[in-house]
């Protein structure tokens, strides 16, 4: 038997899905990781841009790769709901987790004073394990929506022959 075939086998339709995403969602979330931690570096230290500034330049970037890897692998099998809807909403959860990076560095820069690139690189990456959690599931949730579930029809509703509440018609 093929590794890994047993354990697949084992698991839901669900759970199978979810692996899926996940390990598709980490790869794509690692690739755009090192992007992201990469041009905040070279921004910061070598274009000599702002600390907040090079935060968001590097989050725009990597967050433009990040909805392409993951509208077209990470949450491929997921229903379409059109592009304009899930760009607006990806990058609205994507704002939302972006201001909240921001806070963490400006909090760390300006009231407590930290200038090193290491301080402010440490809190980028805090700020950014934080974020990927809330994206995961805002992503799942609102962006890239779950396929519909299958409905059944139920079964009539009839009074029986003495007028009594309602029964089920086999």
Same mark, same amino acid.
């Given at each position: 038997?093929?590794?890994?075939?047993?354990?697949?086998?084992?698991?839901?339709?669900?759970?199978?899905?979810?692996?899926?995403?996940?390990?598709?969602?980490?790869?794509?979330?690692?690739?755009?990781?090192?992007?992201?931690?990469?041009?905040?570096?070279?921004?910061?230290?070598?274009?000599?841009?702002?600390?907040?500034?090079?935060? &968001?330049? $590097?989050? /725009?970037?990597? =967050?433009?790769?990040? %909805? *392409?890897?993951? +509208?077209? !692998?990470? @949450?491929?099998?997921?229903?379409?709901?059109?592009?304009?809807?899930?760009?607006?909403?990806?990058?609205?959860?994507?704002?939302?987790?972006?201001?909240?990076?921001?806070?963490?560095?400006?909090?760390?820069?300006?009231?407590?004073?930290?200038?090193?690139?290491?301080?402010?690189?440490?809190?980028? &990456?805090? $700020?950014? /394990?934080?974020? =990927?959690?809330?994206? %995961? *599931?805002?992503? +799942?949730? !609102?962006? @890239?929506?779950?396929?519909?579930?299958?409905?059944?029809?139920?079964?009539?509703?009839?009074?029986?022959?003495?007028?009594?509440?309602?029964?089920?018609?086999?």
């Amino acid at each position: 038997m093929v590794p890994g075939a047993r354990l697949r086998s084992r698991l839901s339709a669900g759970a199978t899905l979810l692996l899926r995403e996940l390990s598709a969602f980490g790869v794509v979330g690692a690739a755009c990781l090192v992007l992201d931690l990469t041009l905040f570096q070279v921004l910061y230290t070598s274009v000599g841009l702002g600390a907040v500034t090079s935060k &968001v330049l $590097a989050s /725009a970037v990597a =967050t433009t790769a990040a %909805f *392409v890897g993951h +509208r077209y !692998w990470s @949450f491929s099998r997921r229903v379409r709901s059109g592009l304009p809807r899930e760009y607006v909403l990806f990058f609205g959860v994507n704002g939302l987790t972006l201001m909240l990076s921001m806070l963490m560095i400006a909090a760390v820069r300006y009231p407590l004073g930290q200038e090193s690139a290491f301080a402010l690189q440490l809190t980028n &990456v805090a $700020a950014i /394990a934080l974020g =990927t959690a809330l994206r %995961f *599931v805002l992503y +799942r949730r !609102w962006v @890239f929506l779950a396929p519909a579930a299958p409905t059944f029809p139920r079964p009539a509703l009839a009074p029986d022959a003495l007028g009594s509440p309602a029964r089920r018609v086999p």
